[in-house]
């Protein structure tokens, strides 16, 4: 190990929180590994300052008003149109292209984040941007940023994507993750699964039990979406001896688990547990038989996989994958599978292991950067000021579009799925220090982003640069910096 | 019962990104008079086979998919392939390729794989090799390795290309990566790129790959390629969109591959067929989708030129869907499915299938089409007689383990 206070503090900074602001290496050399407990002791750690956003029911509900509404005018518009028409009025073509195929609710044009400049923007990029402003906010604010780099994880572990449920994409977070990052795995589990976003991104609302009241009048059946990705990606891993069987038996368990209909006053938007839809009996779900409880045998089987010493060792393996090495040492993975077992799921303890295992502090900094937490790091290096339809967009650029992974599987935490994308963020890097290098002094700017990380190599690009906006650059995309 | 707004699967699959990469060989070894392309197209996210090509002559096909099942005389006809098949009415194209004997549809194809994770499905399909989780390379750039020099196709002073800012996993591996995407913002000077790859060269071996393929595909990026015309944007696509995303994306690989001194082999990857509840298999979603892939495949034959009768487009799927209709108007991940094979190097115009039958007992565990057809025995004897690939590579290193899988021969017209 190092024995360079500095040097300790600087890879704190970079592999557990979000990169150095001025002065914060010096702030936490005395004890980096102290710094880093203390962040998760922050009274409301976790918690950001939300009051003014909708929850995702609200959320939800204003959607559906909003775009019930816009219907409503785009059919008076119509009608009018073929009255004058009947009338032989000719009347310019309306500038008309919105297809709704699959009877899909379609966001209308514009409803990016991006190109906002001059004109509000419409409700739905409304939602999701000012959902994306507090927690660009949060993370750029921070001190060190570790408790919101475990809010950052734990969001793409349990993802859910806002192309499908664009409404409550940003609220979910709030009210599925961050009550529970320091708390204990089951609970966050339990929140994610019953959370509406989650039950409408994996398809569980329109499940029915084939035995079930509704299923049989309906002559529906079961979608088992939701019961495969919380054995495959939330709780047990991929390859952990769970059968097609057990997913079946899983999704019966989970029929009845929905939401309250986004058009209804008040409530729409929020979980309900349907009995109507539930599977009726008993089901076995690996090997342990659950009886009928309705609503509390879902509950009852999630706190099993919660507790099971697969998970463990998923969640384990992810997170040591995470924050140290794309190929984690195993003695590392097993101290943190002990503690979440050990602790009953406790994810602050979780936490606490991972800073106080010295695999943790290895000095290879071999991880690299995903596009979002590398952005943030940049914004917090110069102290930008920032817009936050540009910082989403320069996101998706990357690859890395906020709350909008490929997959439930999330965004992939491995350099080889990213590397490549080195090409594109030279390019990001580029215009954004065109902005912004004018007021800075980037030969200041290794000392206080990298110190005594930063090679000579690098110190000498950086020194070296024919301006400014080219020094500034340079030092965003040094290895030291791209990498924790 | 909640009433859905249904989710937008358009943009799901827009905001997942078209990836594509490619083999880039300078200079080929001509010597032979001919110039294979290959171009890969990985669905991500697993196509229902029996949706996009109908056993209209199973006499349990209508039983098994009632309203769902695509029929030739249905509402919307489907387009018939011979006797027992019909495709997709939302693909016109292929089926004029097919009509042309430029393309062929195997049925009941599957990977080895027999679970039904997508992400499994995806890595077995994409890796090559038969356990998910233990490669971290694609099959497609262990082939370029393999391929001796002087082959006709070699990646002897070649790279294995990737557009997009994630590699798709069926070209990572040891064959160097170009990256390339399309510009939405202005490039950084060349001037930065060459201090940048002289720092990399001293202190991060892998960083200065990245870019110094940047810099070599700079020289070669075709005219009219994405880089004038940037991929639209995300929010708010619609059917119009969705087709010009497709045949952009498909059709700036196939500028690529047409250029004489452009890569010969590429891939790119599409998801959003992952359709679990109202799948709209005559004119909803997934006809929407086959139809904008439809158009995408025209646009690889009209980019191509002269040289789309030297080409081989191959699209893939991890795995299938249920047999039958799931309880939400859509279908569940299963086993079997669809190969879709196009281009004018092709013996077309047949279907192949050694058909399981759709009788319960016949599907695999009572509930999906039963793989006849292992998905490597038609790489295989593409790589073989399309690219000149050995026996002995496809086998050890392309398909580990794919001994007893013997290539499909006469899969291309006679080489």
Redesign the interface.
Known sequence: MTTNPKFEAALALHRFGFGPVAGSIAAIADDPRGALLADLERPGAGRVAAANLPNSGQAARSL?EF?AERLAKEKLAERAKKEAEAKGIVVGAADD???K???????????????QQNQQPQLP?LLVQNEAKVRIEAAVAAEIGFVERLVWFWSNHFCV?A???LSMAGAYEREAIRPHVLGRFVDMLTAVESHPAML??L?N????G?NSV??INRD??????LA?EIL??HTLG??TGYS?DD?TRFANVLTGW??????VPNRGGEFVF?KR?HEPGEQTVIGKSYPDTGVDQGRAVLADLARHPATARHIAHKLARHFVADEPPLSLVDKLAKSFIDSDGNLKELAKTLIAAEESWTPARTKLKR?SEWITSALRLTGAQWVVGRVTSGQ??????LW????P?GF?DY??????????R??????FAGRVADRLDPVALVETGLGPLA?A??RN?VAR??SRA?AL??LL???EF??R | ????????????L????ALFAWAYLPKLARAEGRDPRFLTIVL??ALDGLATVAPVGDPDWVSLRGDNALTLDGKTSALKLDDFFALNPAMPNLHRMFKANEAIVVHAAATPYR??????GQDVLESGVEK??AA?TGWLNRLLMGLAPGDRVSANGGRAF?V????PLVV?GPAP?L???P???????D???A??I???R???V??AR??E??AKLTAIAPAGSMEQTPVG????P???QLRAYFSEAVGAAAKFLAQPDGPRVGALAL?GW?T???E?IAT??LA?LLGALDGALAAVQENMGPAWRETVVVLVTEFGRTARI???N?T??GTATVMLLAGGALKGGRVIADWPGLKAESLL?N?DLKPTTDVRAVLKGLLKDHLRADDHALAADVFPGSDDVKPIAGLVTSA
């Open positions: 559906f775009r292209n919105t297809m195929p699959n009877g899909d609710a379609q966001p209308p044009n514009g409803e990016s984040a991006q190109n990029a994507s192309d499908k449920i409408f991104y398809d609302g329109v499940s029915m084939p509704a299923g529906k059946s079961l979608n088992e979406n495969r495959e990606l991929a390859r097609q997913v929905t939401w309250i209909a986004f058009g349907v839809l596009p998706g650029l990357l690859g890395e579009p909008r992974p490929g997959g599987n992939a350099e080889s799925a990213w590397i490549d994308g080195l090409s594109q030279v390019d990001i890097a580029s215009n090679s190599e690098t690009t640069a024919e080219q650059t340079l995309m040094a290895p791209l990498r | 019962m909640p009433k859905l707004h249904a989710p937008s699967r358009r943009e799901l827009l905001a997942s990104g991500r996210g679970e039904r994770s997508h992400f499994d998910p989780g971290y990737a997009g800012p994630v590699t990572r990566v990256s390339w995407a510009r939405r913002v202005l490039p950084a000077s001037d930065t790129i201090r940048l002289d720092l990399y001293h202190t991060d892998s960083f990245v870019l393929s940047r944007q995300i929010a708010g619609d059917l119009a998801g992952d679990h509840y109202n709209g909803g979603w929407q799931n309880g939400t859509g569940d991940h565990e509930r």
